[in-house]
């Protein structure tokens, strides 16, 4: 059960499906008016996969083609900011020093990316410990982290609790499936020098979401900062 | 032949398809190459659309409905400033202020929309209006206005030429069609007292747009101030 | 009576009297004291119409007109908010979002114009329908909408209730005086499109302003959405 | 003659006469025109005056008088800026460092005041030592600076050459007249430190700027830095 | 004893020692617990010195020397707002409009500088004034204001209470010494029109700053605004 | 030689010898002024690892540190744009919008760190990138890179050139020395990506950064993109 704020990242997926995104705004109005503070970073989706193409056929630079990233996580921002407009700060932040400034009004604080050449993970694990948060949940469309990718390989072992240290290490190695849209080593090189444990929650069922915040069930992987 | 600096608006329809966004790019590059200084005033398309369409469903309230749309508007302008990144003010301007500083760094300019409860045509209306510009070149995907629609009524007659103050009377009577999603009465009415004329151009061809600025052939309608 | 939030609009003209404005201060006070929460939109009034004249003799154009007028509408917040400073946000927004944010400090809001292109009446409704007040009390100095001038015509007959709708058609039609300064179409159509209620308040002897939002009393024409 | 970038202080009472103020605009932009580069500040004069007035009544506290003074000033300067709209700066700024960023545009920059607790002759050594400028244009209503008061005192002698430290000296000990609204000790001290001539000009008669500046004639009173 | 919000004025000095630097930060959270507001205003200490001589030897303007001073006193509030981040608002404004937006969130805001050509004790009371704050702790190195430099002259006379008015006389005869780096002729000019009381306290011992605001203790000169 | 653009990062180490800051000063000017186009990255070097240990001390977290070095790199650039403030633009820009806006009047950019989590070498990865720059010249205190560090292993060999990809992996299996200060995984994947080519070149000489952009000679290592 999480009763400290925390950092809620809803990878870009979820605003692909237009049930599964109303959905998961009903799970965090529930969640919020239980009391349950939190701070929301969003995706881009297929969206900017789409838009990003666009601009790389065209030639844009990779720090443009970032630019249009974020642009997309921003208006996923705002999408659930105005689903949730009686509870959310609906001026979205794009640094953190806004950031903070919105956390300091009591409010839902909903954000986007922030800057080129860094993905969302980071930017919810820079939010935390930019405000001292020690949790981020990684609302993912998958249910866990793998050591293989279990579609391929039958050998392929869940993982229940890998510390940050040994995650990089997988990640360097390759060893380990499913994490690509997940975390990149930056994300959790913030999570260990802080102390951030992170959990990654399969939120193709947005249930799980409410069951692992309240009861502290359901979580795929936790990511421990030692 | 267009000698003066003017706004260029696209509508959203023109990032609806990725072969005519690119042709598009191309010819205002080229333009601008050989002198020709504009403003691009870009629109939201479907994809606003498309968005608008699941916040209402959720409630959103319609100045966050607009909000939607011009973050849309916004993505499509530093889309099309990604590609256009040699020749373009590569930061988005978000009201008219920044975007007289843009403009005064001799960069090509592209906004897409400003404030909720103000269409994007507006926007092009306000620009020229700020920056003095007496021309507004709306590139549409109708190729002129009509006094009721074509597709529907046998007698509906292709206009070349009409004032701002006819246009405004004939929207309101509803007679007119084909005018929804290019020009309302506000912006309409900055044209009237501003003496901006503007120029309907057929662009789902894109070469009309060239002709139409380095020869001042192929304009669809020419709505004159007076 | 009013418990909701609401936007109260108060027109330039309550500037050019001293005692009037005084009076108007402090019984804004006295109703914030009370517990009626509102947020003030300020008109620019003989001043504004003073310097927008000689902008104009020398050319000005009317993008920068306005300009003058919204800088003056601010200036008239700012004085306002000075007399008020033990309850009001100093800083005075200059568009929605800073209007937002000041919101949510739980201060007294008030603000002018925003942008060229737009009546003060306007900025009333664009902020009541961004927050989601569903009242706008325009303060204004006649004591209700009449079919016709009051002063040339025998037969005007006062207006007490009245659908924006049916108030649009009639602005159109010019069979109705008296609102010019008050309410434009675009102001009326986002009362509409938001379901928002305006109350044409006498506010030459600003009691009624209390007495209207106190005990509901005292209302010149109420403008419904539907 | 000035061939160096200069500050011209303008005092808001240049902006209580409707005809000096337009004489004003008009020789501005003949010496822009000619070559002639300068940072236009502007006062507050009896608009100014009778806003504070008002306030002062109500009790607002004096850092809110002056930032009322403050808005009136910078009021005037958009005023002024919508008059020369074709070379001004028409965004204003607001604080040194958005001053710097107009000046780098080319364009004639005109602000008004910046701060509570500093008078608009404070603002233009200000912006005088920031950008390196070494000479301030003191457009003013009196012809030069006296050893009292020359309308009281039949031996009060014009004072065609001082230090700034003997006027500092002077005002202390109050045996000079008309430096009221002119000049402050803080205003003299930045002169001093960073070596800026001031030269006080009777603007009165317009023209006397325009031979000052091309002839260097006319000066009333020269403030030396040393 | 301090029941009213108050500024703390930290001299510079109290960063140049690290161990004093820590006991103030303790000691001021102590007070904030205890429910003594405040805003506290640091200076740039022999840090803000060293930069400023490297940049003067280099030919840097005056302007430029004091941006940089105000650079030094923004990182010392910085540093002060880390190591108090549980209780301090971590975002350090930069005008006193940002300092209002952060007095409303209730959290300890810590400013440094705000523009060239002013000392912090300047900006000290520029914040007390506009926020309506009556009293400024100026934190200082030294136990009280003398008649003479104590160390120089065996009859300098301590002082335990002046005006303002009589200090600034005494600045300008020079008959005062050590209030240099405490207090300017603007500042006390500033707390003479606002009735703003400033209390010289020694805290070269911080335990001093403590037994002042809970005490009434300790103060080294009390300066009065009458 | 370098014709076009490039960024030049200046270690912190800079910063610390007032001799070598003054040298690099004047061979930035003398390149400048030669036609040699560049954006300058400052570190935040001993003075930021003194004020980080402060903090780190009193318990601030990681997020907090990095802001405190980001402040003084940030004091860094504005001391060297007051050294240089005839050709720079003395206002630091502190994101790459900014530095976007500045880059476009024409003159020297200086800027420092940006955000939380990345290195100022990321920094001068993330402008070169966004601002379409393909050569970064790390101004450094060492000579080059090495296979170990040569002050402990013999068998230390010096790396002339090596391509991105296999810095990285040395970098990881730590086998390379004395890159810790200049470069990160991160900084070396963005200039991956986008084809940016970083030269190291030992600064304790000042004069080795002339001849490597006027000659191309002395380069210490070159890291290749592929």
Redesign the interface.
């Known amino acids: 059960m999480l009763k400290e704020p925390f950092i809620l990242k809803m990878s870009g997926h979820a605003f692909d499906d ?1 049930e599964l ?2 959905s998961h ?1 009903r799970l965090i109005k529930e969640l919020w008016n239980d009391g349950h503070k939190m701070i929301v970073v969003t995706g881009g989706g297929s ?1 900017a996969r789409r ?1 990003i193409n ?2 790389r ?9 970032d ?2 990233g974020i ?2 996580s ?2 996923n921002a ?2 659930l ?3 949730l ?2 509870i959310a ?3 979205i932040p794009s ?3 806004e950031t ?2 919105a956390w ?4 839902l604080v909903i954000v986007g990316g ?5 993905s969302t993970a ?1 930017v919810a ?2 939010v935390a ?2 405000l ?1 948060f020690k949790h981020v949940v990684d609302c993912a469309n998958i249910d866990a982290v793998y050591t293989s990718d279990p579609k391929v390989d039958p050998n392929a072992r869940r993982i229940d609790r890998i510390s940050t240290s040994e995650l990089i290490n997988m990640l ?1 190695s390759k060893t380990v499936a499913g994490t690509y849209d997940l975390l990149d ?2 994300a959790l090189s ?1 999570a260990k ?2 102390s951030i444990t992170i959990y990654i929650i399969n939120c193709s069922s947005p249930n799980n979401l409410v069951s692992f915040v309240k009861q502290g069930l359901n979580a795929g992987t936790i990511i421990t900062p030692t």
């Open positions: 237009e995104l109303l705004a969206l838009y666009i601009a056929k065209a030639g844009a630079n990779e720090s443009l083609l630019s249009i642009s997309v921003r208006l705002l999408l900011a105005s689903i407009s009686d700060h609906v001026v640094n953190l020093e903070f400034k300091t009004t009591g409010r922030f800057q080129p050449g860094q980071t694990l820079l410990e930019y001292g360097r080593p930056w913030i020098r802080s």
